[in-house]
């Protein structure tokens, strides 16, 4: 994704919004990547795609959390 799509996902995928919070912990991250889905979805509607497939992973490590959509 690129362009106003892209911008439109980032603006309205809470996992995004809240990713430098510290106040985060490990079930609200959780929580946020559940939703990141349908939040996606609604990101693309205007658009004219109101049926995407969207993949996603979150994975920990060293660093912290690592989400990944694939749509």
């Known amino acids: 994704m690129e362009g ?3 911008e439109n996902i980032m603006a309205r995928l809470r996992i995004n919004i809240y990713s430098q919070s ?14 990141a889905p349908s939040e996606i979805e609604s990101a ?8 995407p ?3 996603s992973t979150l994975v920990q490590n060293e660093k912290g959390w690592l989400a990944r959509y694939a749509i």
């Open 44 to 51: 693309l509607a205007p658009f004219g795609y109101y049926a």
């Open 22 to 35: 510290s106040a985060l912990n490990d079930v609200e991250i959780k929580r946020l990547h559940r939703q």
């Open 4 to 6: 106003k799509l892209y």
């Open 53 to 55: 497939l969207v993949r």
